[in-house]
């Protein structure tokens, strides 16, 4: 569907008690009992409200709104800094209606910072480098992500969450390498290790080498903001329900599940209405950097070129879908490049790519034709030129490789857009008939 490049976030929770709502239960934690770490919340809500229930969210103390989540349940964990803490569990439901479940418990001290198991400091490890390490954090909200430097400036590595579990091909020497973890509160914390890479290592530069560096598991990372979209002006709304559309997100999916942490998108409607589109965008670098790299700078994010956007998808009525999307967008200087990539499905089975100048979807003569109730294998590739033009190099779907080499001129942004992001949208039907989608094992590599 039409482009916007209006991402605005709202967030409207109506909070007050109605006789729609029935009540929350709260499977975890249990009240008054004591962590260390982590909490983990897992509840439930019903209502005898028609609508059901609209969200639900967890308070940590009074006002403080930690987490919400679409539908009658959540699941999910929040790291908070030692003390006791009076939470509450509200739902929302689409009468008007709240109702809460108050939980008291107590966080044990820990000690915040980088704990590397492997390198041993001063060892002597063959390539591939194996590097594990976890992280804490006095952030109320929890550690963002995790990066593996080699050497100064040189992030080798990223990955979401509090721990990492990877390996690094690096050629043979010494290397004073750093695992910093970014929190959510803007902090970061960073332990040192020294090994040497004994001869005969295979590679040179591991994660940001010729392959470039990735983020893995985005479907399973913070910072998605969602937006539902009505034809014909195609303007962001949020939160659902918002303009007729209803749209959610639930992470935390086993199945369907290649990894064990797929999310499920849903797209629907309360009304009558027709090929309304469900949004969800993150900001992977720059402004608002759910992975921990804000570029306040301003001397980063320009020096990317190269992205690959590559995701596994699923879903049991995939012909209910019009389309759909999977965007990257790089902004700075005043200028946007969007580079959009739509599957129309009931629209025609075939990919469009999004031309930046004249604001326009272009047919590619690339069938796209996903499977249902199987796991479907989408690799795309982009570039933006030395001279600033965008090329959309080629579009892998279930190991057929289509390759375009097309080249477009960019767009305009406002001066004040400074970042990376990614986008996946779904857009209804001529009926705006309800569908869901499930995202696994997203990752994001650039250079």
């Not at 108050?102 to 390198?119: E, F, H, K, R, Y």
């Not at 091909?169 to 004073?176: E, K, M, Q, R, V």
């Not at 942004?413 to 779904?426: D, E």
């Amino acid at each position: 569907m039409q482009k916007s490049l209006l991402l605005i976030v709202c967030l409207l929770i109506a909070v007050g008690v109605s006789a729609a709502s029935t009540g929350v239960s709260v499977t975890s934690p249990a009240n008054g009992s004591t962590v260390q770490g982590s909490v983990s919340f897992v509840a439930s809500a019903t209502t005898s409200c028609s609508g059901g229930v609209a969200s639900m969210g967890i308070y940590t103390a009074p006002g403080v709104l930690a987490y919400v989540a679409n539908g009658s349940s959540l699941n999910t964990s929040l790291s908070l800094s030692a003390g006791t803490y009076n939470t509450t569990v509200e739902e929302w439901d689409y009468c008007g209606g709240a109702s809460t479940k108050a939980v008291t418990v107590t966080v044990s001290s820990s000690q915040a910072g980088v704990t590397i198991t492997s390198p041993t400091n001063n060892g002597n490890p063959g390539s591939p480098v194996n590097f594990i390490a976890s992280a804490s954090s006095t952030c109320s909200k929890g550690v963002a992500s995790m990066g593996i430097y080699t050497a100064p400036y040189q992030l080798a590595y990223v990955g979401n969450g509090a721990s990492l579990n990877t390996n690094l091909s690096l050629s043979a020497g010494t290397y004073n390498a750093t695992v910093t973890e970014w929190d959510n509160c803007g902090g970061a914390s960073s332990t040192p290790v020294t090994f040497t890479v004994s001869s005969g290592g295979s590679g040179s530069g591991g994660g940001s080498g010729s392959g470039g560096s990735s983020f893995t598991n985005l479907q399973h990372s913070g910072g998605w903001d969602e937006y539902g979209q009505i034809a014909p002006t195609y303007v962001d709304c949020s939160p659902s329900p918002c303009d007729g559309i209803t749209f959610s997100m639930e992470q935390n999916i086993k199945s369907p599940s290649m990894s064990g942490e797929a999310t499920e998108y849903n797209l629907g409607s309360d009304k009558d209405i027709a090929y309304g589109d469900g949004l969800w965008n993150n900001h992977l670098i720059g402004s608002q950097s759910s992975q921990g790299m804000p570029d306040s700078g301003h001397d980063e994010v320009n020096t990317y070129h190269n992205f690959t956007y590559d995701v596994y998808f699923y879903g049991g009525n995939l012909g209910l879908s019009q389309a759909l999307e999977f965007d990257v967008n790089q902004f700075f200087d005043s200028m946007g490049f969007i580079f959009g990539h739509e599957c129309r499905v009931a629209a025609g089975n075939e990919w469009d790519v999004w031309d930046n100048v004249s604001a326009k979807w272009v047919p590619t003569g690339i069938a796209c034709n996903p499977i249902d109730n199987e796991w479907n294998h989408l690799t795309i590739k982009v570039e933006r030129t030395t001279s600033n033009q965008m090329t959309y190099q080629s579009i892998e779907l279930n190991g057929v490789t289509s390759t375009l080499n097309w080249t477009y001129g960019h767009g305009s942004a406002p001066s004040s857009w400074w970042g990376i992001t990614i986008n996946y949208q779904m857009d209804g039907n001529n009926k705006q008939s309800p569908y869901s989608v499930y995202l696994d094992e997203l990752t994001f590599t650039y250079q």
